[in-house]
């Protein structure tokens, strides 16, 4: 009798579970590849997605033997530290030339990476277009004004100031592996864009600063419904065709759905690169304006609440450490402070960066695994690379 109804029970969970699968197809298939290997160079666990076209115009030149600005030894101790710290790239631009181009055995500079949130940088450039081109009103404007469902809700005034600078008070969503909740759908369900809207609002917006990724989704929402165009479009009219990008990909939730804007923009190590160059020359790539200059420089002004946060990016002007540093997967952790005070950075998951130094006419790409519970080592040091560029430099030879 005991046996009968365990098997029983055993049945009623089978089609419980199968029900579930048919119901949801993509939410369970991905939920089972989480707990498979990620080092799958076709990154198939972030399907589907759509194409962002590149013409790889820009090409950043690369400096001759007797053109180098940062000496051989420091550059070789640079590679040597990317391989120690399982990076797949590193790229170092100093005054406009590529100092040295590194990839780990099996990447080149047409392969393509995982972003991580390093995407999120990519999203002021985007709203700031979208105002430039009057599609956007300001960056002062409610949500409210672009996401009708809130439109009479107390979320719809939140601005976008305040969800550029991660101050939006709504609720962050702790890491979840149930499938049944809105921490786990908000990034993995087939329709992520009802799981956002449900997002609660937890605090006073603009009182704190609070890192969560349901900000910068709801940025790319704002994007799509402002200019009436697919996201992954707008990327490539606004910033990638115009920067002389190659061909890069977006992990959608679902076919013709929502692109994710909080991570997961696969492009190779070299757009980034070109991405940093026009972040150091405040919003123009290779004699193309993208963006006002003036916007730059707002977005990488330290925000009201947290002094290493601009616009959706990182900032390493404090001498104090980044209270976020002891968040091993994010690597912030360092040993020395930045050596420029004005440098800031591109930041994912596993240590991707862009680092940018203004003052030193530098840019810096990193890339590495990234994913996994901690895809970088507990060794990284978050300043490492930046500093001994820096301490470096030498005068070109005659």
């Given at each position: 009798?005991?046996?009968?109804?365990?098997?029983?029970?055993?049945?009623?969970?089978?089609?419980?579970?199968?029900?579930?699968?048919?119901?949801?197809?993509?939410?369970?298939?991905?939920?089972?590849?989480?707990?498979?290997?990620?080092?799958?160079?076709?990154?198939?666990?972030?399907?589907?997605?759509?194409?962002?076209?590149?013409?790889?115009?820009?090409?950043?030149?690369?400096?001759?033997?007797?053109?180098?600005?940062?000496?051989?030894?420091?550059?070789?101790?640079?590679?040597?530290?990317?391989?120690d710290q399982n990076s797949f790239?590193?790229?170092?631009?100093?005054?406009?030339?590529?100092?040295?181009?590194?990839?780990?055995?099996?990447?080149?500079?047409?392969?393509?990476?995982?972003?991580?949130?390093?995407?999120?940088?990519?999203?002021?450039?985007?709203?700031?277009?979208?105002?430039?081109?009057?599609?956007?009103?300001?960056?002062?404007d409610p949500i409210g004004a672009?996401?009708?469902?809130?439109?009479?809700?107390?979320?719809?005034?939140?601005?976008?100031?305040?969800?550029?600078?991660?101050?939006?008070?709504?609720?962050?969503?702790?890491?979840?592996?149930?499938?049944?909740?809105?921490?786990?759908?908000?990034?993995?369900?087939?329709?992520?864009?009802?799981?956002?809207?449900?997002?609660?609002?937890?605090?006073?917006?603009?009182?704190?600063?609070?890192?969560?990724?349901?900000?910068?989704?709801?940025?790319?929402?704002?994007?799509?419904?402002?200019?009436?165009?697919?996201?992954?479009?707008?990327?490539?009219?606004?910033?990638?065709?115009?920067?002389?990008?190659?061909?890069?990909?977006?992990?959608?939730?679902?076919?013709?759905?929502?692109?994710?804007?909080?991570?997961?923009?696969?492009?190779?190590?070299?757009?980034?690169?070109?991405?940093?160059?026009?972040?150091?020359?405040?919003?123009?790539?290779?004699?193309?304006?993208?963006?006002?200059?003036?916007?730059?420089?707002?977005?990488?002004?330290?925000?009201?609440?947290?002094?290493?946060?601009?616009?959706?990016?990182?900032?390493?002007?404090?001498?104090?450490?980044?209270?976020?540093?002891?968040?091993?997967?994010?690597?912030?952790?360092?040993?020395?402070?930045?050596?420029?005070?004005?440098?800031?950075?591109?930041?994912?998951?596993?240590?991707?960066?862009?680092?940018?130094?203004?003052?030193?006419?530098?840019?810096?790409?990193?890339?590495?695994?990234?994913?996994?519970?901690?895809?970088?080592?507990?060794?990284?040091?978050?300043?490492?690379?930046?500093?001994?560029?820096?301490?470096?430099?030498?005068?070109?030879?005659?």
């Open positions: 009798m005991i046996k009968k109804g365990l098997f029983s029970l055993i049945a009623l969970i089978s089609v419980g579970i199968g029900g579930a699968y048919l119901a949801e197809p993509v939410l369970w298939s991905r939920y089972v590849g989480l707990f498979q290997t990620f080092d799958d160079p076709s990154f198939e666990y972030l399907r589907p997605r759509e194409v962002i076209s590149g013409g790889k115009t820009y090409i950043i030149p690369e400096a001759t033997d007797d053109e180098h600005t940062i000496s051989k030894e420091a550059l070789n101790a640079m590679r040597a530290y990317a391989a790239a590193l790229i170092v631009v100093h005054q406009g030339k590529i100092q040295t181009e590194w990839y780990a055995e099996g990447y080149d500079r047409d392969r393509l990476t995982q972003s991580q949130s390093m995407h999120k940088s990519v999203l002021p450039i985007l709203i700031q277009a979208a105002i430039e081109d009057s599609d956007i009103g300001s960056l002062n672009y996401i009708e469902e809130w439109q009479d809700d107390p979320r719809g005034a939140i601005t976008i100031t305040q969800l550029l600078h991660m101050s939006s008070g709504l609720f962050e969503y702790p890491f979840s592996l149930n499938p049944f909740t809105d921490a786990f759908r908000w990034l993995f369900d087939e329709d992520t864009t009802p799981v956002l809207l449900r997002t609660p609002l937890d605090w006073t917006p603009g009182e704190k600063f609070e890192y969560n990724n349901v900000n910068s989704e709801l940025l790319g929402l704002i994007v799509e419904r402002a200019t009436g165009k697919r996201y992954s479009a707008y990327v490539e009219e606004k910033l990638w065709q115009p920067m002389g990008a190659d061909r890069a990909e977006l992990w959608l939730d679902s076919a013709g759905r929502k692109a994710h804007s909080s991570c997961c923009l696969l492009a190779p190590a070299m757009d980034w690169a070109r991405f940093g160059m026009m972040m150091l020359n405040r919003g123009e790539v290779n004699g193309t304006r993208i963006v006002d200059a003036a916007f730059i420089d707002k977005m990488i002004t330290a925000s009201p609440t947290f002094d290493w946060y601009g616009f959706q990016i990182w900032l390493g002007y404090a001498l104090e450490e980044n209270p976020r540093a002891r968040l091993l997967a994010g690597a912030y952790q360092r040993t020395d402070p930045f050596d420029a005070q004005d440098a800031y950075y591109a930041s994912g998951f596993g240590g991707q960066r862009v680092y940018v130094v203004p003052s030193e006419d530098l840019v810096i790409v990193r890339m590495g695994p990234s994913s996994g519970r901690a895809p970088v080592k507990d060794t990284w040091d978050n300043t490492f690379l930046v500093n001994t560029a820096l301490r470096n430099k030498i005068t070109p030879a005659d």
